[in-house]
């Protein structure tokens, strides 16, 4: 099975806020957290990472998102992961974003990793799975193997347990 990652500048390697303008790219390879997640996939192995600076996703959202599901599409993955971005609300949103349009436009299953107070849980209307994270990156270890549990699902199509059970915040539903 196939997943796409997304991460911002920061964590795909591409700069720090100096580097918060980088429109979207693609990448040919696991890079940052992608590395430990890959590792911790069972039976689905991330094809590309996908890349947005967060200030440029945030000024050029109808842009970016139109880059974005476009390289998505391109990859034909069974499922999107985006984060984790923790407390990081800028990073939470463009994840929240992209992770709904995706499921929305695209069809793809998708979750996206961050703090439960994160304002990027809002955008995500409900309609992506969304793995809680600590605060901040120290929670890294502890993330990445729930979102690859999550990620492992959603690309089988198993039909998902209750939030408690398979490690999502509630959807409202």
Do not use: W
């Not at 689905?44 to 390289?71: N, P, Q, R, S």
């Not at 949103?93 to 992770?99: G, L």
């Not at 729930?146 to 939030?163: C, F, H, I, T, V």
Request: net charge negative; glycine share 14%; aromatic share 6%.
């Amino acid at each position: 099975m196939r997943a796409v990652h997304y991460l911002n500048q920061f964590f795909a390697g591409l700069g720090g806020e100096e580097a918060a303008e980088t429109q979207p790219r693609r990448l040919d390879v696991a890079v940052g957290p992608g590395r430990g997640l890959a590792a911790a996939l069972e039976g689905v192995e991330i094809v590309a990472t996908l890349a947005c600076g967060d200030d440029y996703f945030g000024e050029h959202e109808e842009k970016a998102l139109a880059v974005l599901l476009d390289l998505l599409e391109g990859e034909r993955p069974d499922v999107l992961i985006a984060g984790p971005a923790f407390g990081s609300g800028r990073y939470g949103y463009a994840c929240a974003r992209f992770s709904r349009m995706a499921a929305e436009r695209l069809g793809i299953p998708a979750l996206a990793a961050m703090h439960e107070e994160n304002p990027g849980v809002g955008a995500t209307d409900g309609r992506v799975f969304v793995v809680p994270t600590a605060v901040n990156v120290a929670g890294m270890r502890d993330a990445l193997p729930r979102m690859a549990s999550l990620a492992a699902a959603l690309a089988s199509g198993r039909e998902l347990g209750p939030p408690e059970e398979e490690g999502y915040l509630p959807r409202g539903f």
